[in-house]
């Protein structure tokens, strides 16, 4: 099992930009796919990026978020960034990072809250 440290997140006003990191304890080059979810206050976690990662890797984006944010990686630090520009109100929530590996197990990490004020 491979472990995810996040950070980043916090206050920001609407129209503005943050950056998230997810650190994992192995080298991402050898973990399948990382995710980004959304849990907005009272709702579902919801899938808003994904970075499969052997290389050259793809990334695909929700509807909601395309265009805005972009995930990203670096393998020296085994790190995968998530780029959130013209934040919405409605981008508020805990962001999850997720890795699976190529036995399918799932790990998590803590999570991290980021507030987009009107």
């Known amino acids: 099992q491979v472990q995810l440290v996040q950070s980043g997140g916090g206050l920001v006003q609407a129209g503005g930009s943050l950056r998230l990191s997810c650190v994992a304890s192995t080298s991402i080059t050898s973990i399948k796919a990382m995710y980004w979810y959304h849990q907005a206050p009272g709702k579902q976690r919801d899938l808003v990026a994904l970075?499969?990662?052997?290389?050259?890797?793809?990334?695909n984006y929700a509807d909601s978020v395309r265009g805005r944010f972009t995930v990203s990686r670096d393998d020296a630090k085994n790190t995968m960034y998530l780029e959130m520009n013209s934040l919405k109100p409605e981008d508020t929530g805990v962001y999850y990072c997720?890795?699976?590996?190529?036995?399918?197990?799932?790990?998590w990490g803590q999570g991290t809250q980021v507030t987009v004020s009107s």
């Open positions: 970075y499969t990662t052997p290389v050259p890797g793809t990334t």
């Open positions: 997720a890795a699976e590996l190529f036995t399918m197990v799932v790990s």
